[in-house]
Nanobody, 116 residues
Framework: QVQLVESGGGLVQPGGSLRLSCAASGSIFNFFAMGWYRQAPGKQRELVASITRGSVIVYADSVKGRFTICRDNAKNMVYLQMNSLEPECTAVYYC??????????WGQGTKVTVSS
């Protein structure tokens, strides 16, 4: 049984920062790839960032230079540091994991609202 639990969402002003955390439990075989997706109201879910156990990282173009993903393999944790947040970043952010690529398992999501 794989479980992903996100935390760290909330309300932040434009230009502010938030750090999302995701705790994974279950077989570590399933956590080779971990990452974050987001879904804004009325839009499709999209990749934000992903990271493999060997720290191969992919970012969406829209967040490059502002967001940083990292993971702690010993703790089965993945983090997303989000800086210079914009209203367009408002979305539900989902943690995801998989044995090859992220996307096999999903958390319940944590809501991020960027508003003044």
């Amino acid at each position: 049984q794989v479980q992903l639990v996100e935390s760290g969402g909330g309300l932040v002003q434009p230009g502010g920062s938030l750090r999302l955390s995701c705790a994974a439990s279950g077989s570590i075989f399933n956590f080779f790839a971990m990452g974050w997706y987001r879904q804004a109201p009325g839009k499709q879910r999209e990749l934000v960032a992903s990271i493999t156990r060997g720290s191969v990282i992919v970012y969406a173009d829209s967040v490059k230079g502002r967001f940083t993903i990292c993971r702690d393999n010993a703790k089965n944790m993945v983090y997303l540091q989000m800086n210079s947040l914009e209203p367009e970043c408002t979305a539900v952010y989902y943690c995801t994991a998989g044995p090859l690529v992220a996307g096999s398992y999903w958390g319940q999501g944590t809501k991020v609202t960027v508003s003044s």
